[in-house]
Nanobody, 126 residues
Framework: QVQLVESGGGLVQAGGSLRLSCAAS????????MGWFRQAPGKEREFVAA????????NYADAVKGRFTISRDNAQNTVYLQMNSLKPEDTAVYYC???????????????????WGKGTQVTVSS
């Protein structure tokens, strides 16, 4: 089992930037793909970005391509989500997730992830 703690959320104006962090503990972090999902009020949780176990492959939702960047530091057991050119529609609770299986390539599917953080709120004002 792995424990995940997100940080870095907050209130930002449209066009601004935020960097989310997710610190992992309790399992060999470097063997597992990681992902970011988000959930806006009244909506289902949706995929945002994922990164493979070794950082060599990334996937992004169409809505964030070109604006968000996922990265990882295996020495620090941390995954990041750099969010630029933020829009009001990016407002949501952002969740970090760890793949169920080792050596994954970074799935876009929520069911592939077995461990979740509690989330961090991101609010983008217009």
């Amino acid at each position: 089992q792995v424990q995940l703690v997100e940080s870095g959320g907050g209130l930002v104006q449209a066009g601004g930037s935020l960097r989310l962090s997710c610190a992992a503990s309790g399992r060999t972090f470097s063997r597992y793909a990681m992902g970011w999902f988000r959930q806006a009020p009244g909506k289902e949780r949706e995929f945002v970005a994922a990164i493979s176990w070794n950082g060599g492959r990334t996937n992004y939702a169409d809505a964030v391509k070109g604006r968000f960047t996922i990265s990882r530091d295996n020495a620090q057991n941390t995954v990041y989500l750099q969010m630029n050119s933020l829009k009001p529609e990016d407002t949501a609770v952002y969740y970090c997730a760890a793949d169920r299986m080792a050596y994954g390539l970074g799935s876009t599917l929520r069911a592939a992830f077995g461990s979740w953080g509690k989330g961090t709120q991101v609010t983008v004002s217009s």
